[in-house]
């Protein structure tokens, strides 16, 4: 991590800058970013609940068995999470023992009051849905999910009814879809189109931008918030562009790292609500929070961020 | 699955690599000391291959059967399926495969192992066969040729991927012989499951190291491929 005193007065003066030009921004919650002392937020459309822009996601990361020694890590990772204004972490039955290790790592950092708690139903027939929500429910030691959503469509017309019978309960707060890698698209304008959901979880990053077609004006016109997954491509993005220099204009909306520049082109979306990076380490999870901070790009900005990672 | 073909080995993945090489450090913490008895059974095994004879073959099959049953319960069942929960299945499958060698180990189908005079020619089969069950026996030195600790070390008869190299080793050093008077439907099926599974396990180890950027990803579906090619040669005859 960078020196943290450059960092804070970095912080600072971008945020006068950026004060002095918020009424020239197109989006509210990205003024909000820079000038509020947490993580920059953006409201959930059906409720005006404010989210912060960057979330915790847990595939692949968070699945460590019963290792102690890396439960305890994923732990940190939390704190660190929570530390640094996080909210939202993002699992699902399909990924392995993840479940279990958010809830461990709740119960470790005494988090579970603060939680945003979203995760999936990926389960059929649809009618062990309701078995599955509850032992995922009892992995993570909740008591009650924020949002809840259909994982990869699978079911969905069975489980969306369960779902909005739960919110209805209020035994949950939200309900959901999610796709990822540009897969059944169509069937997802369909759903958002009909169905009273509240969130939809899709991939979207600076190279990956299929959803900015349809979906995304989809949400920002039918009042749903959308989840960005996959932000890194797995890491294999980062990896990738770590190969290459930092552009000077970084800077500009106050990145240090390739990681923040890729998040804040998710999250500078105004159809975005947040994106859900994953990590194992604690400078990572740091450095992506760092991405909810500060200014954000604006859309020529945005249009130099996507033109200059294409052409590396 | 719709839009199956989208969807890419790294779409399956659900670990990282670290992970998946910690499950072996913890494992062989587990186990201590069975990691001894494992490398004394090996040395069994490789002796009973020199030695050959039908008594032979049954001490060989068994003791790679114990390997399969092994990589099933303490290693699938109870390690594996913590991150992976396709690992039931493959505890089905390594259990099958140990229940059919030591099916085979006990009937009175057992083929023999080669009982090979001094001079005689080892023939390319048999040759092959013994590279693999050596390669299987030694699988655990990759871990430190490849940079990583010896605690992670993969122990043939404990783990399954060195579990399934040995094993089709062994049973390229097989003779034919009493298994052709079982019925021919029977013969198939049998010996048919005893190559499948230990050649698809390859497959998918291997597919899986890969997604994880392993450099021993090639191993395991090499030595099925040598495997299978090498079924094509016959024994040379014996003395």
Known sequence: ?312 | MSEWWTYRPSDFLLFSARTYYRLFEIHNAALWPAQAAAIGLSAVLLWLAVRGGRGAARGALAIVAAGWLCSAGPYFWARYATINWTAVWFAAAFALEGALLLGLASSRACPALPARAPGSRLGARRAVGAALLIAGIAYPVAAPLLGRPWTQAEMFGLTPDPTAIGTLGLLLLLEAGRERRLPGWLRAAWLGALWTIPVVWCLITGMTLWTLHAPEAIIAPAAAALALLATRLRHPPTA
């Open chain 1, 1 to 312: 991590m960078p020196n943290d005193r450059a960092t804070t007065r970095r912080t600072f003066l971008s945020g006068l800058a950026a004060a002095a030009i918020a009424s020239l921004w197109p989006m509210r919650a990205s003024a909000q970013a820079a000038s509020a002392p947490g993580p920059g937020t953006r409201a959930i459309p059906s409720s005006g609940e404010a989210l912060p822009l960057v979330g915790l996601g847990t595939w692949i990361t968070f699945n460590v068995g019963d290792d102690a020694v890396a439960r305890d890590a994923c732990g940190d990772v939390m704190q660190a999470f929570f530390a640094a204004g996080g909210r939202m972490i993002d699992s699902s039955p399909m990924y392995g023992s993840s479940q279990a290790v958010v809830g461990h790592g709740l119960a470790k950092t005494g988090s579970t009051a603060r939680v945003f708690a979203a995760d999936k139903v990926w389960v059929a027939p649809g009618a062990r849905g309701p078995a599955q929500i509850e032992a995922s429910r009892r992995l993570w030691n909740v008591p009650r999910f924020d949002l809840l959503q259909v994982h990869n469509l699978l079911a969905w017309q069975e489980h969306l009814p369960t779902l909005l019978a739960m919110k209805a309960a209020g035994r949950l707060r939200y309900v959901g879809i999610t796709t990822s890698e540009g897969r059944r698209h169509r069937e997802i304008e369909q759903i958002m189109a009909a169905q009273p959901i509240d969130f939809v979880q899709v991939s979207y990053n600076v190279l990956d931008r299929d959803v900015e077609q349809r979906i995304l004006p989809l949400a920002r016109e039918r009042g749903i918030a959308v989840i960005a997954n996959r932000p890194f491509r797995q890491g294999d993005l980062i990896r990738q562009l770590q190969r290459h220099r930092l552009p000077a204009w970084a800077a500009e909306i106050d990145c240090d790292s390739w990681a923040q520049v890729a998040l804040k082109f998710i999250v500078s979306h105004p159809a975005v609500t947040c994106a859900i990076p994953a990590t194992t380490r604690v400078d990572h999870v740091r450095q992506n929070m760092g991405a909810a901070r500060g200014r954000m790009p604006e859309a020529a900005m945005r249009q130099r961020i996507a033109a200059h990672v294409a052409a590396l």
